[in-house]
């Protein structure tokens, strides 16, 4: 068959890996004239995606295994965890890509997809400035938050969407990253190797003003190397991923951790799935929805309960967490399998009970809360 994936992001090349492999005709084609540039993500996987593919040593920044998570008042859980992957994200991506080529797919870059007429898919070669039309089998949407894909194939439904924005940071110190959970969304001090760290921000409103104030807290005075942001989709299990001959996944699908928003592995298993449904006949929403959606909505339902956090909710669940059992607990699994080890947190910590009645609560008004973070 011929297959036409819009997008070389992970998703998008795994899954032209992946179906090269199986035999069809790939091509995919990629807005951008190199495939991981421009820089939209903070690259931190966890030990999961080693059940997905190899990744060569030269795409790895470093490997991480402790973690912070800080509350309002300043106090932190400290966890030894799995080793953390912090991924050079464009270097990875190319990977991928290339991966996908020597597969036999076709890459196209400089090539934004314009949209339909019928049956016929209308790309537009940026550098020669001149349509092209394809009529592909199967097209699939990898093509990020927005999705034109979606849009043109009119089942991009209503989606909610984090605001992230990141800065490269030169400064000295632990090789250790730091979580600093809100209601308004997630802050993190992500360390990349050679004295620099990803500072970011991913909340729901005002993403360059509460990355300032960030900086401001975290790293004063530091050299800032760059800046990178981007939308983060909020995971909706309501929304269609298929249509007919057209499916979405990764970011485009909102296939997002809602709680840290992550989602290479979540993306690059949708690819799995899809590469599946097509090789088996089987529906490709059925797949997805058994290998990602106990995650994902576990993810989603924490994500709502946080949303509705006082400070003092946050205090006392980081107070909770500083437990030796709960630490070590949380240091043997990982946040992509959440639904394994979620029952024993409850079970050694009955207390945690008491945040699940914030569903009933309606969210908390949006405001900058940095002030009272660090």
Not at 34 to 39: E, K
Not at 181 to 193: K, L, N, R
Not at 257 to 280: D, N, P, S, Y
Request: aromatic share 8%; hydrophobic share 40%.
């Amino acid at each position: 068959m011929d297959v036409l994936i819009v997008g070389a992001g992970p998703a998008g090349s795994f899954a032209g890996y992946l179906l090269a492999k199986q035999g069809h005709h790939v091509t995919i084609v990629e807005d951008h004239s190199q495939v991981g540039i421009p820089v939209q993500c903070t690259g931190i996987v966890t030990s999961a995606i080693h059940d997905l593919i190899s990744v060569p040593s030269s795409v790895i920044k470093m490997h991480i295994s402790r973690a912070r998570i800080f509350s309002p008042n300043n106090e932190a859980v400290d966890v030894a965890m799995k080793p953390n992957i912090i991924l050079c994200r464009a270097g990875f991506d190319q990977y991928l890509a290339q991966q996908a080529v020597q597969q036999g797919a076709t890459l196209l870059l400089s090539h934004r997809f314009m949209g339909r007429d019928g049956q016929t898919v209308v790309v537009k070669d940026i550098v020669k400035n001149r349509l092209k039309h394809f009529n592909p089998d199967i097209v699939v949407g990898a093509d990020g938050p927005s999705s034109p894909v979606a849009k043109a194939y009119d089942f991009y439904g209503q989606r909610s969407f984090f605001l992230g924005a990141q800065a490269t940071v030169k400064m000295n110190e632990e090789d250790i990253i730091d979580f600093y959970p809100t209601p308004d969304g997630i802050f993190w001090c992500v360390p990349e190797g050679n004295k620099l760290y990803r500072v970011g921000v991913g909340v729901y409103h005002h993403p360059n003003k509460l990355l300032t104030q960030f900086i401001a807290r975290r790293c004063a005075g530091k050299p800032i190397i760059d800046y990178q942001g981007g939308l983060i989709p909020v995971y909706d299990p309501k929304l269609p991923i298929e249509r007919e001959n057209v499916f979405l996944i990764g970011d485009a699908a909102t296939q997002v951790k809602a709680t840290t928003a992550g989602g290479i592995i979540q993306g690059m298993t949708a690819a799995q799935c899809l590469a599946e449904a097509i090789r088996t006949g089987r529906k490709y929403t059925l797949l997805a929805q058994k290998a990602l959606g106990q995650e994902l909505w576990l993810h989603l339902t924490l994500r709502r309960i946080m949303d509705r956090f006082s400070f003092q909710d946050y205090n006392q669940l980081i107070s909770y967490s500083q437990q030796r059992r709960i630490t070590a607990l949380l240091g043997a699994h990982d946040r992509d399998h959440l639904a394994s080890f979620f029952l024993k947190l409850l079970v050694y910590e009955p207390r945690y009970l008491r945040f699940l009645v914030r569903l009933l609560k309606p969210a908390a008004p949006s405001k900058n809360r940095l002030a009272s973070l660090l």
